[in-house]
Structure formats: C-alpha cells, structure tokens
C-alpha cells in the first residue's frame, strides 16, 4: 500500500554558534576533516545551562546520527574532533553529578520497586502538563513541541544503541519496546512520524533539527544526557534507567498533553502522538521497570546503582525543563531563545 509521505529534509545544517567553542568547531567542522587542537575551554556557569557547551556536545553527538549537510562524514570519527568531545563530555558529566544526587544502591529492594520509590519521591516540577492542559495558550503550545521536537524527531534512537550492549531477558524486552516506538517497522506508525503529524497540524516545520537554532541549552541538555549514556557502553546501565524513567512516567502526562491540544482544537491526528503514549507507555513501563531493568540488575548487579543514577538523571532534567518554560511563561516571554540573543551569538 503506498503511503503518502512529503519529502523532508533528514539533515540539518549547522546552527550558528552561541559562544568561541562553537565557533571553533563549526569552523572545524565546515573544513575537510584534519588534525586540530582541542580549545581550552571552561563553562561561565553551570554546564547543563551553558549554550557554547550544549551546543558544541548536541553537534559532537549529531555526526553519529544523521549528521550536517555541510559536514564530511569523515568527521564522525576523526580523533581530534573525539578529543575534543571528551573534554566536553567530563565537563557534562560533571554537570550532571553535582545537579544530580546519585541514589543508594538498591540493595535487596526488587529493581522493579526501587525504579517506583524513586520516582514516587523525586520532585514532579512545577506543574507543566497541568498547565499545557488547563492554561496554556495556542503559542505556548507550540513551544513546547518545538523545544520537544528536538528528540521527538529522532525518538527512540539513542536507546536504540544499547540492544548491541545486551543479552537476555534484558536485550529482549528492551527489543521490544523499541519495536513499538519504531512503528512495528510501519512508516506511518513510527513515533517520530507521529510526532511530525503533531507538529504540522500546529503549523510547525517538521523538518529535521528545525527548531535547534531557538532551543536553549537545557533543551539541548536532555538529548544530550541521552546520547552520551547512548554512546558509551560502561553508561548502559544508566541508559536502561533513563529509558525507564521516561516511560514510567510518561502514560499520565500524554493523556493530559492530548487534552491541552484538543482543549485548543487539536484534532485527531495533532493529537494521535499523544494518544498512541497513554495505552503504549503503560504497557512499556511494565516493561521497561520489570524485565528490561530487572533483568539487567540481575544479570549485572555491579551497574544496578547505575541504572537508579540513569532514572534520576532522566527525572531531574525534565524537571529543570518544566521549570525553564513555567518561568519564562510566568514573565510573560517566550521560552524559546530570542532573536536578539540568536544574531549576538549568545
Ligand atoms: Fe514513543
Ligand atoms: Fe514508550
């Protein structure tokens, strides 16, 4: 049966920096690909808010998805460039370490329940579903799907690299969830297809990496996390965590998102990404919290503090997230980045 699908753009094209680190890089990067000195570079703040750093890790880690038009391949494993994101993933996970407090080992507490305590007493936000379904207006919407669309695009895939990692119980159930976010292999069911759906009936270009160029860098800081458990194999443990977080608490927020959207005239196929999460991500929480991550706990009892650490991560940064779009809402302004700070290169 032929589906009908537009032609869409599956690379992006380099942003425009936000700092000397970026603007390094991407000029590295536009360049064939050689030999270079990584810069000396600090964070001016805290590293999950730092634009130069979030940006200069999303391009790091976009050469081993889809990539840049205008960058070789090449660069993808190019020593220099791998130096260079090292530096910058230890500044990250440092980032990470002190906004995150690493959970106990969950000693004889089943997987399965120290995954639900932690997320039953980690701090909810302040309230974004709530108001997206209640309050929010048209505009505000539609940010919040941008912001999303940054990992919604390419959903599923930086877990994805974790199958390779596994074995058993752990790889099968981990197989099977993404088998359901990846459509069932249907085009027209895939998640990220969904999502697009989602983002052309609110009159968003659904194009690839779209929306990167006003996204600050907390909203970088969550694909980021992701990819940088996704990429290295001693973090699969916290990657499964990660996973788990995010599906076991994704069911209620979906179905109070969809109502929002509908709330605002979303229609059934804006509204069918949400939907298809409410039944889908029961089922996958089960999953996901009970064999996927039981099953890894069991088989690698030495990373299940790992995986509380990967969950704990997820959870904090949604709520870092959440609180970013609440207070800039608050103020009245947009939570996207602003024109005036794109053209300064900030
Ligand atoms: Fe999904
Ligand atoms: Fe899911």
Redesign the pocket.
Known sequence: MAQVFDEWESTMKLPTPRGPLTAFLFEELASPPRRFDPPSFSPQGPALYDEDLQLALFACYELHYRGFEEVDDEWEWNPSLLALRQDLEHLFEEGLRRTVPRPSPPGGTPMRRALADLVATTDGGPGLAAFLARKADLEQFREFVAHRSIYHLKE?DPHTWAIPRLHGAAKAALVE?QT??YGGGRLDRM?SELFRATMRALDLDDSYGAHLERVPAITLAIGNTMSLFGLHRRHRGALLGHLAA??MT?SLPNLTYARGLRRLGGDAVACRFYDE?VQ??AV?EQI?AHDMCGGFADAEPGLAQDVLYGAACGLTLDRLFAEHLMDRWRLGVTSLRQADLMAAGR
Do not use: G, L, P
Request: proline share 0%; aromatic share 8%.
């Open positions: 599923a969830i359901d976010e998640h995010f599906e994704s999460h889908a991500d996958h996901a």
